[in-house]
């Protein structure tokens, strides 16, 4: 037998609005003590009227643009009715048969197995609007529950997927691009540890024939929602866990037949039946009398044009315009400030590449050398800046260094006047003051020697005298002791000697001295 698993995923995204979805009170009450940005709007207090938040529906119609979804002409809101403690009114604001955004897709990849990546599109069935529950919050002792009504009213963008998804790992990577697009339309800090981006899982799994006609492809079957997944490992974990369980159901002849709720217990790492699941009619959605409907035309023609430019775009364009490779493209562009920092830089270093003065008659070409300088720049702004940042806990955005001095930074390393040792030491005094490098240079005397007196060839000479044993074990075959003294060297001249000359000189040198 031949299982596959299926998956859909809903996904809830707090939206980044100044207030809540249907009152004036700040939608920063994770900030502020416990219900204290509350009102009798979003407490559900008798005769209080709701008003739409006309950000939350620009939002949600740029997600829905972003993902290449239909957006409605005319929508409305609806009231979804329950009764759980952290629901005040009984019933939640949401959308159910004109949600503000119907279809769209999404694109993702994942490693291949095989050194490269392979892609996959996952379509969507809609985008709502909602408004969120309070918080309910539980003693260590479980004798206790208390809430915290700040969160109550916050805005959300539900968005569904279509039961698309095969992997534990395809769902993580669906996420993850998924959060990194809220971040560059700026609807959403889409924090999964904070709150800020949830998701429910809904998975089944279905026999798959050994050779299944398109036309009768198995059926659906009843699905398992798990819920209070809270980071990205933990949407692995949960599935991977499920996909063994149900498995093992149908191996015993026990295949699920109903639907259900199970929620995600991350220390034991298993998932545990809440209840059975609900049918839509369960909730018995009516019109919310209170809203009037929306209509939508006149401002998704005005949004249309703002969508910006989106990771998986950026990436490309990394890599076709500055020569970046595809996994260092997807390094900068998974943070949208890193990514801007990273595309000024190589702006201002084709400036200063274009204005260097011609050597032996030939002047520097860009386009010619475009991939050493994205692999130059690469590597000191992934790893060099990100490590000096790492050890003085900077973020990129209170990042010091203009964009400018970095690409001079650059520059200096490609001409050649900074070792690469002495350049940290730079790097991390710019990171510290934000002053001009060559300025730092100059004052610290980190420049590369020019050897126009001789001074280096006395270097070598001393290094030679200085170490016989290992001219010894040189001159009998030891190639690689000839290191040892480039390395003496570049100690003694305090990383101020070019690499090539030092070791030009001190092979000069051991030839002079050859009986």
Same mark, same amino acid.
């Given at each position: 037998m031949k299982l596959e698993p299926v998956i859909g995923l809903e996904i809830h995204v707090q939206l980044k609005t100044k207030s809540k979805m249907f009152c004036g009170c700040s939608n920063r009450g994770e900030y502020e003590p416990p219900n204290t940005t509350v009102c009798p709007v979003c407490l559900g207090q008798p005769g209080a009227l709701p008003v739409i938040n006309s950000r939350a529906v620009e939002f949600g119609i740029l997600v829905g643009l972003a993902l290449g979804g239909r957006i409605a002409v005319r929508s409305k809101f609806d009231r979804k009715n329950y009764f759980y403690p952290d629901l005040p009114k009984g019933y939640q604001i949401s959308q159910k048969d004109l949600p503000v955004v119907e279809g769209g897709s999404l694109t993702a990849d994942i490693p291949d197995g095989q050194g490269g990546r392979r892609s996959f599109t996952v379509r969507l069935n809609r985008v709502h609007l909602e408004e969120d529950a309070a918080k309910l919050l539980h003693s260590p002792d =479980?004798? +206790?529950?208390?809430?915290?009504?700040?969160?109550?009213?916050?805005?959300l963008a539900e968005i569904v997927t279509e039961p698309d998804i095969h992997s534990p790992a395809e769902a993580k990577a669906f996420l993850q691009e998924l959060r990194l697009i809220m971040r560059y339309l700026g609807v959403s800090d889409a924090d999964m540890e904070k709150g800020h981006l949830r998701c429910d899982a809904n998975i089944s799994m279905r026999e798959i024939p050994e050779d299944p006609p398109k036309e009768n492809w198995p059926k659906l079957n009843p699905k398992t929602e798990v819920k209070n997944i809270n980071s990205f490992r933990s949407v692995e974990h949960a599935l991977e866990y499920e996909i063994k369980r149900q498995t093992?159901? @149908?191996?015993?002849?026990?295949?699920?037949?109903?639907?259900?709720?199970?929620?995600?217990?991350?220390?034991?790492?298993?998932?545990?039946?809440? &209840?059975?699941? *609900? *049918?839509?009619?369960?909730?018995?959605? +009516? %019109?919310? %009398?209170?809203?009037?409907?929306? *209509?939508?035309?006149e401002l998704t023609d005005k949004l249309s044009g703002l969508v910006p430019e989106l990771p998986a775009a950026r990436r490309r364009r990394f890599v076709e315009e500055y020569g970046f490779n595809e996994a260092d493209a997807r390094t900068f562009c998974d943070d949208k400030e890193h990514a801007d920092y990273a595309e000024r830089v190589m702006s201002e270093l084709q400036e200063w590449v274009g204005s260097l003065p011609?050597?032996?008659?030939?002047?520097?070409? @860009?386009?010619?050398?475009?991939?050493? +300088?994205?692999?130059? /720049?690469?590597?000191?702004?992934?790893?060099?800046?990100? =490590?000096?940042?790492?050890?003085? $806990?900077?973020?990129?955005?209170?990042l010091k260094i203009t964009p400018e001095d970095f690409a001079e930074l650059l520059t200096m390393l490609y001409q050649k006047k900074i070792s690469g040792a002495n350049a940290l030491v730079l790097l991390e005094e710019m990171v510290l003051s934000g002053a001009d490098p060559s300025i730092i240079a100059e004052e610290k005397n980190l420049l590369m020697v020019e050897d126009t007196g001789g001074e280096l060839a006395a270097v070598a000479a001393n290094v030679i005298s200085a170490? %016989?044993?290992?001219?010894?074990?040189?001159?009998?075959?030891? /190639?690689?002791?000839?290191? +040892?003294?480039?390395?003496?060297?570049?100690?003694?001249? &305090?990383? $101020?000697?070019? %690499?090539?000359?030092?070791?030009?000189?001190?092979?000069?040198?051991? $030839?002079k001295d050859r009986p």
């Open positions: =479980g004798r +206790f529950s208390y809430v915290d009504f700040n969160r109550g009213g916050t805005p093992k159901l @149908w191996l015993d002849g026990k295949p699920i037949m109903e639907q259900s709720t199970r929620g995600w217990d991350d220390v034991k790492k298993i998932t545990v039946a809440q &209840r059975t699941k *609900e *049918e839509a009619h369960d909730y018995r959605y +009516f %019109p919310e %009398p209170d809203l009037l409907p929306l *209509e939508l035309r011609a050597e032996n008659g030939v002047k520097p070409d @860009w386009t010619a050398n475009r991939d050493q +300088f994205a692999k130059l /720049a690469a590597g000191w702004l992934l790893t060099k800046l990100g =490590g000096v940042m790492a050890d003085h $806990k900077i973020d990129i955005r209170r170490n %016989p044993k290992v001219v010894e074990d040189y001159r009998k075959g030891k /190639a690689n002791a000839i290191q +040892f003294l480039v390395g003496q060297m570049m100690k003694a001249t &305090r990383g $101020k000697a070019p %690499p090539e000359k030092a070791r030009e000189l001190i092979e000069k040198e051991l $030839k």
